[in-house]
């Protein structure tokens, strides 16, 4: 409950003679969630370095050239650079996709390794893989649609693009509610008195709020993407992504809060309102993302010359109005 000492988890040789338990969960944590950091800015870096060059080569302000010289890493735009560069980005991406499901399974035992009621389940890890798929994909709809239209994107950013991302949304939304009633199930199954009083309290006691808003966002609402002509609705999209990032918000709260407020011991019942300071974090967090968002937007290219480099058409082709299309 003590993020400010974060450095408590790390194992290295320090001045407390303390080493962490490496059979907490919180230490898997940390080293999941570092290794997870170090390939994603490698893989993004990794992609921007054709566009750095691009960069390199136009600049005029010779501090700015200099450090997209640094940048750029020499990049000559040669066929053999191209050839390594694609298989490099291959290999980062086949060695990120096991890390999603490393990390986000990791992230689970924080709760499934503890023995509150409401935590203490062996679903946990497949169950907060779909989720971060899920919301993940609504977080790039959030942002993508936007931009989309502001920067005038749609030949790249099409419908097809759109209408695939929503199946990969409706699958993972399915996937998270079929989750949600298992954990009603299990603690029914289970015949645990703590658990069973914890679900009923979930959806018709104390916090029965959260937990609504929570099913009604995550399950209910993405069902419309049955229908292809809201599949195709970029409009339609961008609102059900606001809904889905406020439904898995309220998944965290549905997690962390009802199951500590709502433990073993009778006596140590009690609930739970927001201070300013909390409502501070939660709002900087946004300010934060979005700080270091616009910067790299406003710096750097949106769409990578990488992705774009094999759909757009060699300009001879369009000499006499042919092949502009295919």
Same mark, same amino acid.
């Given at each position: 409950?003590?993020?400010? *000492?974060? &450095?408590? #988890?790390?194992? !290295?040789?320090?001045?407390?003679? +303390?080493?962490?338990?490496? /059979?907490?969960? %919180? ?121 989309? *239209?502001? &920067?005038? #994107?749609?030949? !790249?950013?099409?419908?097809?693009? +759109?209408?695939?991302?929503? /199946?990969?949304? %409706? ?156």
């Amino acid at each position: 409950g003590r993020p400010w *000492k974060f &450095f408590w #988890l790390i194992p !290295y040789p320090n001045w407390r003679l +303390l080493f962490p338990n490496f /059979k907490s969960p %919180l230490v898997w944590d940390v080293f999941a969630i570092s290794t997870y950091l170090t390939i994603s800015t490698t893989f993004l870096f990794i992609g921007l370095i054709p566009d750095f060059a691009v960069l390199r080569d136009k600049e005029t302000n010779p501090t700015r050239k200099r450090i997209y010289s640094i940048l750029s890493l020499g990049w000559r735009n040669s066929d053999r650079e191209w050839r390594h560069f694609a298989k490099a980005y291959l290999f980062l991406a086949a060695f990120s996709t096991p890390l999603v499901l490393s990390v986000h399974s990791v992230v689970s035992f924080d709760f499934a390794m503890a023995l509150t009621p409401g935590w203490h389940a062996s679903i946990f890890p497949p169950y907060f893989v779909a989720g971060a798929i899920f919301s993940g994909f609504a977080m790039v709809w959030t942002i993508a649609i936007p931009m989309r *239209k502001w &920067f005038k #994107l749609e030949h !790249y950013i099409t419908l097809n693009h +759109l209408d695939a991302t929503a /199946k990969v949304v %409706l699958f993972t939304s399915m996937v998270v509610g079929c989750a949600y009633l298992i954990e009603f199930f299990i603690a029914w199954y289970s015949s645990v008195r703590p658990e069973q009083e914890f679900f009923w309290n979930r959806v018709f006691g104390q916090w029965w709020w959260a937990a609504w808003i929570m099913l009604l966002c995550n399950m209910a609402l993405p069902m419309s993407l049955w229908s292809q002509k809201l599949r195709r609705n970029p409009a339609w999209l961008f609102i059900l992504s606001l809904f889905i990032n406020l439904g898995m918000w309220f998944e965290r709260f549905v997690i962390v809060v009802p199951s500590l407020s709502h433990e073993f011991e009778p006596w140590q019942w009690g609930g739970y309102t927001p201070s300013w300071i909390d409502m501070a974090f939660l709002v900087g967090s946004f300010g934060w993302f979005f700080m270091w968002f616009l910067l790299f937007v406003k710096q750097m290219p949106v769409m990578a010359i990488m992705e774009l480099k094999e759909i757009v058409t060699p300009r001879f082709k369009n000499a006499h109005g042919h092949g502009g299309h295919h």
